[in-house]
């Protein structure tokens, strides 16, 4: 009998850009189900709520399987708690991770190796595009609360979230104008 290889790409994806979906693409042509997790990071302050996540997930995930129809289907969900327990009750085989450089290998390596002795789970890793090696979410959430004009992240960032951008910085989000905030003296 068949197994089928589920793979869970977990993250925060605040904001989603490019190279996300650059790394759901690839993992769709290495699995024969993708999990979009959605889930928390406890120690980062959050642009976008839980449900501004997942819908925009959503949304991009089912443009980029209409854009590319072969492949791996992929759902995209939420998530809390630890991100090995949501991965083994979701009958994952491997966890899918994307490394732009040196630092996220250094960093995903020591998680990977974590989480094969705390749950017997392995890591799959993706080199990220090269257009995507310094991209980051939190790059992202500077240029939005430091710059002017926000169209300087098209190469990053679709469309859809510049506009949730925009609207996240014409509201004042505290975690922008922290971002902007002169640092204060001890």
């Keep these: 009998m068949a197994r089928t290889h589920i793979a869970v790409f977990p993250g925060s994806f605040d904001p989603m850009t490019f190279g996300h979906l ?6 769709r042509r290495l699995f024969d189900e993708l999990i979009v997790a959605i889930g928390r990071n406890p120690s980062k302050d959050q ?14 995930v ?32 491997a966890l899918l991770r994307g490394v732009r ?4 290998l250094q960093y995903e390596i020591q998680q990977a190796v974590t989480n094969r ?9 993706v080199v990220a595009g090269q257009s995507f090696a310094y991209t980051s979410s939190s790059l992202i959430r500077q240029i939005t609360a430091l710059g002017k004009d926000l169209s300087v992240l098209k190469t990053m960032v679709p469309e ?8 996240k ?6 975690m922008l104008e922290d971002l902007t905030a002169p640092p204060q003296d001890s």
């Design 62 to 93: 089912a443009e980029l399987v209409e854009r590319e129809p072969e492949g791996a289907t992929v759902r995209v969900e939420a998530f809390h708690g630890l991100t090995v327990d949501f991965a083994i009750n979701a009958g994952a085989a």
């Design 117 to 125: 002795e705390v749950a017997g789970l392995e890591t799959a890793f």
């Design 169 to 174: 910085k014409a509201a004042h989000h505290p």
């Design 47 to 60: 642009l976008f709520s839980p449900e501004e996540r997942l819908e925009t997930a959503r949304v991009l």
């Design 101 to 104: 450089n040196l630092s996220d």
């Design 22 to 27: 650059d790394v759901i693409a690839r993992g």
């Design 160 to 167: 859809r979230v510049i506009e949730m951008l925009k609207a």
